[in-house]
């Protein structure tokens, strides 16, 4: 026995090496089975329109009160919070001010600042819309400032209206914007001649 030589290191086993460039070829095939299943992204897209129409009331953000959307189609149907859907129209947010605004965030509670009801119109019914705004609620009794938009979203976004309108007092009605629709979605007639709709029910 030779003194000053190392002991020679044990040999891998080739079993081991051809086990370990399996598992390499294996994952490898995986990742490209994974990349050949998943389909190209369409050029044009192919999510379905889910509304023809939008409908945005909003108010001063961190305001107290509460204002209600109303939409009349020309049927007759009516939307607000108490029946959130009428004809091809849904109320798909219902804003009550500072109420339900605390919203829990890792376990803290953060305020929602901001008061906006969103109706959608998903159809076209010919004939006559009305966009009304009620003040529900006050808690603080003075006049809420309110913003109304009417965008057609099809085939591209047009704002059909935009404007302010001023609710004096608690029980208070105004007409936003009045909209007629034909059949294949054009709009035409857009005024703010008032007509009461809160009182029909």
Known sequence: MAFGRKPREAETDPFYDMLFNILIAFVFCFILALLLMNPKAKKTGDIPSK???I???????????????WVQDPA?????FRQREGGLMHLDRDDRGSAGDEILINGKQIINPLNQEVVTIRG?????????????????QKPVEATVT?????P????????????????????A???TVSADGAVSDVNTLPKVIVETL
């Not at 591209?156 to 007409?175: F, I, M, Q, S």
């Open 51 to 53: 509304a023809e129409f």
């Open 55 to 69: 409908i945005t009331v909003s108010w001063p953000d961190n305001n107290t009160n509460d204002l209600d959307t």
């Open 76 to 80: 007759g149907n009516l939307v607000w």
């Open 124 to 140: 076209f019914a010919p004939g006559e819309y009305t966009v009304n705004v009620q003040y529900y609620e006050s808690r603080d």
């Open 150 to 154: 009417v965008v057609k979203v099809n």
């Open 156 to 175: 591209v976004a047009t704002v059909v209206y935009y404007g302010t309108l001023e609710l004096p007092a608690k029980g208070a009605e105004r007409t």
């Open 177 to 179: 914007c009045r909209f």
